[in-house]
C-alpha cells in the first residue's frame, strides 16, 4: 500500500491521491471473504474525470463541486478558505465550538493512539489517507502557517510546510466527507484531542464560507427541510396522507385499531420521526402509533414544516443550518404546548436537539427533551403493557448508534429491554460506548452521488458489517431468522445499503430494522408476527 | 451538470442518470432507460408503475412509499424487482423521469 | 558564576514561565461557552460513569437531581495522570516508553519539593537527622528520575524517528523538545553521580536562592544541569508540552461538560447569540451586521413570499 506523506496532500494537481485495491481491505468472513464476488468500485468514466474534481482517492461524493477555469479562479477559492480559518478562529463566527476547537489544534501529541480506534482506518486495511490524524494534522499546519503570526517561516524551520493550492482545498473537502464524526478516536486520546470535532469544522469552514457541502445534506437536506417540511421532499398534507394509509395498512394487517394522532394541542408529548422513516421504514413510526395507543399516552405528531422531520443536518456540517432547524422544532413543541418532546429512531436527531443545540435555545424553547431508549423503557416496563417475550425467539444483536451512545450516554435502556423481551439477545465485541459505527454516521448514510454508495459499503461499514457477522458466528447460514436491532434511521439506511450490497438477506437470513417493532412483535395482544423475514 | 442522450435526445441527469428535467419526459425516454438495463420492451405492467409513480410525483412532488406502489398496482416487491431489474427506487423511478429520492429515503 | 546571577536567572525563569502558563491557561479559560460536546464515558456520573451512562438516560431526567460524583473524576484523572491509562488501554507498546519518561519527569519534580524543603529545614535549623531523611529521599528520587526520564527520552527519539507509524507526523519541534528535556535528564543523571552528595549540593543551591546569598557557588555538574533546566522552563510554557494544563480543559470542559443551561450560562449565551455573523456563504444570509438569533429567524422562503 502507498506511504503518504501529509505533504502529499498540495501535491499532483488533479491526479489521484491514492488508489483503493478491495483485496487490501480487512478481510470479512465466509461467505464475504471472496472480493471478486462483488461489484467492487465503479470506476469513474472518461467523461466524469473530466467534469468533476476526482483528486482523492477515485470516489466522488459530490459531483457539484466547482471546477475553476483557470488560475485566477483558484485563487479565489484558496483566498475564500483563508478566510474561512480566521472566521473558524473568531469567537464571533464560531463560539459555538471555538474551545474544543483551539484545544484540538493546540495539543496533539502525535502519539498515533487513535488510528486503531477508527473502524474507516481499520477496514482499509489501514491506509494512510483515512488515519484519524491524516486530515486533522494537514489543518493544523496549515492554520499554524497561514493563520498564526510568523506561521509561515517556521514552517519552513521545523519542517511542517503544507502549500495551500486548490489541489489541497479540494482534497480536503473531499476528505472530509470519508470520516464518520463518530468520535471513537477522541475516546482513545489520552490529550482529549477531538479530531472528529476538527474535521466537522473543516466541513463547517466549505459550508458556511465556500457554500461547499453535500447535496444530499444541503440543497435537498437542511435547506429542502426548512422550505417544504422534510428532506425527503415530503410536504405535510403529504405525511398526513401516508400514515392515513399506513393506519388503514396496519389495522387491516393487525387487526389492532392503528390511528396516528397528528397536531392535538395540549397534549403531553411531541413525538417527532425522521420523515425517512415513514417513507423507507414505515413499521417504526406504526410500531411507535401501536406501543403509545397502547400504553395509553396522551401524545402527538405535528405536521408543521418542519416538525415531522426530525433530522437536523446541521449537525453534521453547520451550525446556522444547526440552529435553524433546532429552533423550528422547539417553537412547534411551545405552539402545541407539550410537557416533552421525544425524538424518534435515530440518533443524531435525538444529539441534535437534546444536547448539541441545547445552548442555542434559551428561554421558552427550552422545552424538556427525553430520548428514545429512555421513552421506550419506561413504556415498556410501565406495565401497562403486556408481553409474551418467547414471541422474539431468535437471535438478536445490537447495534449503538453512536449519537446515542457514544456521545450522549444512553447504554442501558435499550439492553434493559433487549434482555427482557429477547431471550437470545447477544452483544457485539465490541459495543455500547466502545461500538463500531456503522459506516453511515457524520451524513455519510443519506450521500449517493456519483459512486460514494461504493465506498460506503466496501470501506466504510466494513468493521461493523464484520462485527455483525461475527456476533451471530453461531448460525451463520440462512436456515435460522436472525435480527439486527439498529434503533436508528441513518444506521438503518447504512445496513439496508451494506446488507443488498453483500446479499446478507439471502446468504445468512439476516434482517435489521429498530427497536419499536421488536417491542410490538413482542406484545401478548398481537395475532401473528409484526416482524417478517419475508419480503412482500 | 452531466448530460446523456436518450433517444436521440440529449437531457440532463445527475450522476446516477436520473433526469433533471422531469417535464421534458416521453414514454420514449422511458424505453431509452428501460433499453439501457438490458429490458427491450415495456410491458402493460412496467406502464401501469411508471405511470403511477409519474403522475405522484407530479402531483405531490415526491415518489410514493413502495407499500403504496405495491398496494395500488397490485405488485409485490419481487414482481417489482422482475419488472425493473434494479428496483422500484433505481429503475422504476429512473424511468418515469423523475428524480433521485433522496434525504433519508 | 556569582549569586548575583543566579538569583536573576532563576527567578526570571520562573517569574516568566509562571506568568505565560498562567497567562495561556488563563486564556481558555476566558473561551467563550460552546455547544455541548460531551463524550462517554463521563466519570462523574454516580452509578453510571463505569459503563459510560449520563443522566440522559432518566426516565423525565429534568425532574430529577442530578447525582453527581466528585471522587470518580479526581480518581480518574490521577490513574490519567500518573499511570497514563489512555497509552495503557489503548497503545501497549508507546506505554513502557512514555511512563518512564513522564514518570521521570513526576519524579524530578517531587525531588525539587523535597530539596525545597530540606533546604528550608536547613535554614530554620533543623536537627540534622530530620534534614538527612528529606536529602535522602531526595537523592533516590533524583537518581531514579533522571535516569528513567533519560532513557524514557532517547527511547521516544528513537521510536519517533524508527516508527512508520510516526514518521511522517513528525517535526523538527518533536524532535528538539524531546532533545531538549532528555538533556535536562542527563546532565542531571550526570550530575549526580558526579557529586558526592547531589541532594546537599540542590538543598543548599536552593537555601542560596532563598536567603539571596550573593556568595552562592555551585560544582560545574550541576550548574549545567541547572542552567539547562532553567532553558527548557523558558522554552515550555511557549510550546505544546504544556499540555499538563490544557488537558484539564479537555475533559472537564468538553468531554464531561454535560451541564445543562444554568442562570450564568444563560447570561453568557445572551451575549454571544447577539453577536455579529460574517460567513460568505450565501445561504448564511449573513451581513456582518445580523447576529445569531436574526440569521436563525431567517425566513424560509414560504414564509417570505
Known amino acids: 500500500m502507498k506511504k503518504l506523506k501529509l505533504t502529499d496532500i498540495a501535491k499532483g494537481g488533479d491526479s489521484q491521491l491514492i488508489d483503493i485495491d478491495v483485496d487490501e481491505l480487512v478481510p470479512l468472513p465466509p461467505p464475504y471473504d471472496k472480493a471478486e464476488e462483488f461489484p467492487g468500485f465503479k470506476q469513474l468514466t472518461e467523461d466524469q474525470r473530466e467534469r468533476l474534481v476526482c483528486n482523492l482517492d477515485g470516489v466522488v461524493s459530490y459531483a457539484a463541486l466547482p471546477k475553476p477555469k483557470n488560475k485566477a479562479e483558484e485563487k479565489k477559492y484558496v483566498k475564500q478558505f483563508i478566510s474561512g480559518l480566521k472566521k473558524l478562529l473568531s469567537k464571533e463566527n464560531n463560539w459555538t465550538f471555538l474551545q474544543p476547537l483551539l484545544l484540538s489544534l493546540d495539543y496533539c501529541a502525535q502519539c498515533q493512539t487513535c488510528c486503531d480506534a477508527c473502524p474507516i482506518y481499520l477496514g482499509s486495511g489501514k491506509n494512510d489517507l483515512y488515519r484519524p490524524t491524516y486530515r486533522p494534522e494537514i489543518f493544523r499546519r496549515l492554520v499554524n502557517k497561514y493563520i498564526k503570526p510568523g506561521g509561515k517561516l517556521r514552517a519552513k524551520l521545523t519542517g511542517a510546510d503544507i502549500d495551500l493550492n486548490w489541489t489541497t482545498i479540494t482534497r480536503l473537502y473531499e476528505l472530509s466527507y470519508r470520516c464518520n464524526l463518530c468520535r471513537r478516536c477522541t475516546q482513545a486520546c489520552p490529550m482529549g484531542v477531538d479530531n472528529g470535532l476538527i474535521t466537522r469544522e473543516l466541513r463547517k469552514l466549505f459550508s458556511q464560507e465556500l457554500g461547499w457541502a453535500p447535496k444530499e445534506l444541503h440543497e435537498k437536506g437542511t435547506m429542502l427541510q426548512l422550505d417544504v417540511g422534510s428532506a425527503t421532499g415530503l410536504r405535510p398534507n403529504v405525511a398526513i396522507d401516508n400514515l392515513k394509509f399506513l393506519d388503514e395498512e396496519f389495522t387491516e394487517s393487525t387487526g389492532i385499531n392503528v390511528s396516528t394522532p397528528w397536531d392535538k394541542k395540549g397534549a403531553d408529548i411531541l413525538l417527532i420521526h425522521s420523515a425517512g422513516d415513514i417513507i423507507s421504514f414505515p413499521e417504526s413510526p406504526i410500531a411507535f402509533t401501536i406501543l403509545c395507543n397502547a400504553a395509553g399516552l396522551s401524545w402527538t405528531l405535528s405536521s408543521e414544516i418542519p416538525g415531522y422531520d426530525g433530522i437536523n443536518y446541521g449537525v453534521f456540517y453547520d451550525d446556522v443550518q444547526l440552529a435553524r432547524v433546532a429552533t423550528r422544532h422547539a417553537q412547534i413543541a411551545k405552539k402545541l404546548g407539550v410537557k416533552k418532546i421525544v425524538m424518534g429512531e435515530c440518533g443524531h436527531q435525538n444529539k441534535a436537539l437534546m444536547t448539541v443545540a441545547d445552548r442555542m435555545l434559551t428561554r421558552e424553547l427550552n422545552i424538556p427533551r427525553e430520548n428514545v431508549m429512555t421513552f421506550l423503557e419506561n413504556l415498556v416496563f410501565s406495565g401497562k403493557v403486556k408481553f409474551d417475550p418467547t414471541k422474539n425467539d431468535f437471535p438478536v444483536t445490537l447495534h449503538d448508534p453512536c449519537n446515542l451512545v457514544r456521545n450522549m450516554g444512553v447504554v442501558e435502556p435499550q439492553r434493559r429491554i433487549l434482555r427482557y423481551l429477547c431471550p437470545e439477545f447477544r452483544e457485539m465485541t465490541p459495543h455500547g460506548i466502545e461500538n463500531y459505527c456503522c459506516g453511515g454516521g457524520g451524513g455519510l448514510s443519506v450521500m449517493s452521488d456519483v459512486n460514494f454508495t461504493d465506498w460506503k459499503v466496501n470501506v466504510a461499514g466494513r468493521m461493523k458489517f464484520k462485527q455483525v457477522l461475527e456476533a451471530f458466528a453461531d448460525h451463520p447460514g440462512p436456515e435460522i431468522e436472525k435480527y439486527l436491532c439498529a434503533p436508528c434511521l441513518n444506521c438503518k439506511l447504512q445496513f439496508r445499503d451494506v446488507f443488498e450490497y453483500y446479499g446478507a438477506k439471502e446468504k445468512s437470513n439476516l434482517i435489521f430494522g429498530g427497536m419499536g417493532e421488536l417491542i410490538v412483535n413482542a406484545m401478548a395482544i398481537m395475532k401473528k408476527p409484526f416482524l417478517s423475514w419475508e419480503e412482500e | 451538470m452531466a448530460q446523456m442522450e436518450l433517444a436521440g435526445e440529449m437531457y440532463e441527469v445527475d450522476e446516477n442518470g436520473f433526469m433533471q428535467e422531469t417535464d421534458r419526459w416521453t414514454e420514449d425516454v422511458a424505453r431509452a432507460y428501460a433499453a439501457l438495463e438490458n429490458v427491450n420492451e415495456l410491458t402493460k405492467d412496467h406502464w401501469e408503475a411508471v405511470n403511477y409513480l409519474r403522475s405522484y410525483y407530479l402531483e405531490n412532488g415526491i415518489c410514493p412509499m413502495i407499500r403504496r406502489l405495491i398496494k395500488v398496482t397490485g405488485f409485490n416487491l419481487s414482481r417489482l424487482y422482475e419488472l425493473f431489474p434494479q428496483g422500484p427506487a433505481q429503475s422504476a423511478c429512473k424511468w418515469a423521469g423523475v428524480p433521485k429520492p433522496t434525504g433519508c429515503v | ?305
Open chain 3, 1 to 305: 558564576m556569582s549569586g548575583i546571577v543566579w538569583h536573576i536567572l532563576a527567578f526570571g525563569v520562573i517569574g516568566i514561565f509562571l506568568a505565560v502558563t498562567v497567562y495561556r491557561t488563563v486564556a481558555i479559560a476566558r473561551l467563550p461557552v460552546h455547544l455541548r460536546w460531551e463524550l462517554a464515558p463521563i466519570p462523574h456520573e454516580k452509578g453510571k460513569g463505569k459503563y459510560g451512562g449520563s443522566y440522559l438516560e432518566e426516565y423525565e431526567w429534568w425532574t430529577k437531581t442530578r447525582q453527581r460524583s466528585r471522587i470518580a473524576p479526581l480518581v480518574y484523572m490521577v490513574v490519567e495522570i500518573f499511570l497514563l491509562r489512555g497509552i495503557w488501554k489503548r497503545n501497549r507498546p508507546l506505554w513502557p516508553l512514555t511512563f518512564a519518561f513522564h514518570a521521570g519527569i513526576y519524579l524530578v519534580t517531587a525531588m525539587l519539593l523535597f530539596s525545597l524543603v530540606s533546604s528550608i529545614l536547613i535554614i530554620t535549623e533543623a536537627p540534622p537527622y530530620v534534614i538527612n531523611v528529606f536529602q535522602e529521599i531526595a537523592s533516590v528520587l533524583a537518581v531514579a528520575g533522571y535516569l528513567m526520564g533519560g532513557l524514557g527520552a532517547i527511547a521516544l527519539l528513537f521510536k519517533r524517528a524508527l516508527d512508520s507509524n510516526l514518521r511522517p507526523f513528525n517535526t523538527t519541534t518533536k524532535y528538539f523538545n524531546l532533545v531538549l528535556l532528555g538533556a535536562v535528564f542527563i546532565s542531571g543523571a550526570y550530575a549526580w553521580f558526579n557529586l558526592g552528595d547531589f541532594a546537599a549540593e540542590m538543598s543548599l543551591f536552593i537555601r542560596g536562592l532563598i536567603t539571596l546569598d550573593t556568595g552562592l557557588t555551585i560544582a560545574f555538574s550541576l550548574s549545567l544541569h541547572i542552567i539547562i533546566s532553567l532553558l527548557f522552563l523558558l522554552y515550555l510554557p511557549w510550546t505544546d508540552m504544556i499540555h499538563f494544563v490544557a488537558k484539564y480543559f479537555t475533559y472537564h470542559e468538553v468531554r464531561w461538560n454535560d451541564a445543562p443551561q444554568d442562570e450564568k450560562m444563560k447570561r453568557e449565551l445572551r451575549g454571544l447569540l447577539a453577536q455579529p455573523v460574517s460567513w460568505s456563504a450565501a445561504h448564511v444570509g449573513a451581513d456582518g451586521k445580523k447576529n445569531w438569533v436574526d440569521l436563525t429567524k431567517k425566513k424560509t422562503k414560504d414564509e417570505e413570499a
